[in-house]
T-cell receptor, first 114, second 114 residues
Framework: DTAVSQTPKYLVTQMGNDKSIKCEQN?????MYWYKQDSKKFLKIMFS???????INETVPNRFSPKSPDKAHLNLHINSLELGDSAVYFC?????????????FGQGTRLTVV | DQQVKQNSPSLSVQEGRISILNCDYT??????FLWYKKYPAEGPTFLIS?????DKNEDGRFTVFLNKSAKHLSLHIVPSQPGDSAVYFC?????????????FGKGTKLSVKP
């Protein structure tokens, strides 16, 4: 049974479209995250939610909006997609938001904007 | 500006030998260091961590060494196995950093040859 699952695994879409990536964790964790791995392979945090409340919002364009309907889900909605948004997006969760606890990552969503 | 650097993009080792993966950092205020392992098309998996107040942490075949004066840490895998072939990410947490603020290096791809 997958601990952190993301859908879809691959997403190819045209510039200007709006798309969502879904994430669910069944670990009972309080904190969920979105990370972006760009073409240079750096993994950078985008958002962090603790018990449905936004904790971290790094410098990402307003076109990116996280939505947390409950503490087991953290979806990522992207408006007006641009070529530069192409990357692999990882969802993760951790037990109590303390960063040195092991993060559990989803398998990633490879987004390609054409 | 890269605060966590993994200068070797790849490393090839014979099965049974020691693998040594290196990581350098620039911020002396980092509080914790972590290593993650990533297989293709999967999310990163937590491997081992070390507090900045320690110089060594061991877990089975994996040992992490921290040299604070040199701002350097290394991951030793002994003995190396073909299943260890993956990308290894070094990550750091700033002292008092907000939840989820893991700063990752670019990763080192380890290949263990039978």
């Amino acid at each position: 049974d997958t601990a952190v699952s993301q859908t879809p695994k691959y997403l190819v879409t045209q510039m200007g479209n709006d798309k969502s990536i879904k994430c669910e964790q069944n670990l009972g964790h309080d904190t969920m995250y979105w990370y972006k791995q760009d073409s240079k392979k750096f993994l950078k945090i985008m958002f962090s939610y603790n018990n449905k409340e936004l904790i971290i919002n790094e410098t990402v364009p307003n076109r990116f909006s996280p939505k947390s309907p409950d503490k087991a889900h953290l979806n990522l909605h992207i408006n007006s997609l641009e070529l530069g948004d192409s990357a692999v997006y990882f969802c993760a969760s951790s037990q109590d938001g303390v960063a040195w606890r092991p993060f559990f990552f989803g398998q990633g969503t490879r987004l390609t904007v054409v | 500006d890269q605060q966590v650097k993994q200068n070797s993009p790849s490393l090839s080792v014979q099965e049974g030998r020691i693998s040594i993966l290196n990581c350098d950092y620039t911020n002396s205020m980092f509080d914790y260091f972590l290593w993650y392992k990533k297989y293709p098309a999967e999310g990163p998996t937590f491997l081992i961590s070390i507090s900045s107040i320690k110089d060594k942490n061991e877990d089975g075949r994996f040992t992490v060494f921290l040299n604070k004066s040199a701002k350097h840490l290394s991951l030793h895998i002994v003995p190396s196995q073909p299943g260890d072939s993956a990308v290894y990410f070094c990550a750091a947490i700033p002292d008092g950093g907000s939840q989820g603020n893991l700063i990752f290096g670019k990763g080192t791809k380890l290949s263990v040859k039978p």
